[in-house]
């Protein structure tokens, strides 16, 4: 079983579950003590980027994102 999960939520976020650290381009790290998990935006209209904020219903975001069978 692996340490990290991420779930791909359908026309929203990316849930990270487990333990993991997340890090910005210059190398700092979010404090995300006592966060089992997190939400990461794929819309890019969350006011609280990498974080979900739910801005993606309003925004209408779609991408379902699930693995291509065959």
Do not use: Q
């Not at 079983?1 to 929203?12: R, T």
């Not at 990461?40 to 801005?55: I, K, T």
């Amino acid at each position: 079983m692996p340490d990290v999960k991420i779930i791909v939520k359908p026309n929203g976020p990316l849930r990270v579950e487990g333990a993991f650290e997340l890090v910005d381009a210059e190398g700092n790290a979010w404090d995300l003590t006592g966060k089992p998990a997190v939400s990461l935006c794929r819309c890019g209209a969350s006011a609280n980027r990498p974080f979900c904020d739910g801005s993606h219903r309003t925004a209408e975001f779609t991408c379902a994102a699930s693995p291509k069978v065959g």
